[in-house]
């Protein structure tokens, strides 16, 4: 983690972010076509200078920011975060979209991409981490879903196909249908630019968290809070008597000097 921070803290500050130029990325246009066995018609090709790629089938990272805001666990596809071109013409598009389109609706030039698989292949390494740790460099990288290999326990189902129906009807019956939540179609790919996804960038910066987590977290602040206070009262009790002590021998001192024909000058 430290070595990740490092490398981290130099790209964005040192060396600056740069993109990878003419990336090449290739991802199927159904559920059924495989990476290792596909024919030119059933795969999209794009190009271009890769800034940023982001792949989950979770959405947020490290409770921070949402790096695939509509990443599902169970729906067997991997959600794609997307950014092509360089820092300052992403800032120009975030500008102008922000001004024309107003915030709910601007796009930044991020484009969301949901696929079972995505191939990127580049003229030069491309660095990847995993989870946080750091993988050899390739000029090639396959990211691959492999649908329901691990089992789960879950507070809730907000993460899971199940859940996105009780949400639909929550929100439903929420807003009076004055306003209308992104609800997509799960078992589908979903391509950059099919559909513009209101609320993106604020979505990309609201984490989510379980329900019910700061009903959990109120029991324990009440006890580091208790903790804090009897600490603080006995150090206060302490102080408190250490002084009236120090005062005590101070004007015992003084009673004796003056029994003593000692004048303090």
Same mark, same amino acid.
């Given at each position: ?128 981490? @995993?989870?946080?740790?750091?993988? =050899?460099?390739? &000029? *090639? !990288?396959?990211?691959?879903? +492999?649908?329901?290999?691990?089992? #789960? ?59 019910? @987590?700061?009903?959990?977290?109120? =029991?324990?602040? &009440? *006890? !580091?809070?208790?903790?804090? +206070?009897?600490?603080?009262?006995? #150090? ?30």
């Amino acid at each position: 983690p430290a070595a990740v921070a490092v490398a981290g803290f130099k790209q964005l500050f040192i060396t600056g972010l740069q993109p990878i130029k003419n990336v090449k990325i290739t991802h199927p246009k159904d559920l059924h076509t495989k990476h290792d066995n596909y024919t030119p018609e059933q795969v999209t090709h794009t190009r271009g200078d890769l800034l940023v790629l982001a792949a989950g089938q979770a959405r947020q990272m490290g409770r921070m920011i949402n790096v695939c805001p509509d990443a599902l666990l169970d729906d067997g596809l991997l959600d794609f975060t997307l950014l092509f071109g360089s820092p300052g013409q992403q800032v120009a598009d975030l500008a102008s979209d922000i001004l024309s389109l107003g915030l709910s609706q601007a796009q930044g030039g991020v484009q969301l991409l949901r696929v079972p698989w995505l191939e990127v292949e580049a003229d030069q390494d491309l660095k990847c981490n @995993r989870d946080g740790e750091p993988s =050899p460099p390739s &000029k *090639r !990288l396959v990211f691959e879903v +492999l649908p329901r290999r691990i089992n #789960l326990h879950l507070p809730d189902t907000r993460l899971l196909l199940e859940g996105q129906a009780l949400a639909k009807e929550a929100a439903a019956a929420t807003t009076g249908g004055k306003h209308k939540r992104w609800h997509i179609s799960r078992r589908k790919v979903f391509n950059p630019g099919s559909k513009p996804r209101p609320r993106l960038l604020l979505d990309l910066w609201k984490a989510q968290q379980p329900p019910g @987590r700061l009903s959990r977290m109120i =029991p324990g602040l &009440k *006890r !580091l809070i208790g903790r804090t +206070l009897w600490y603080a009262s006995l #150090l206060s009790a302490g102080f408190a008597l250490g002084f009236n002590a120090q005062q005590m021998i101070r004007a015992g001192g003084r009673a004796r000097m003056v029994d003593l024909g000692v004048v303090n000058p």
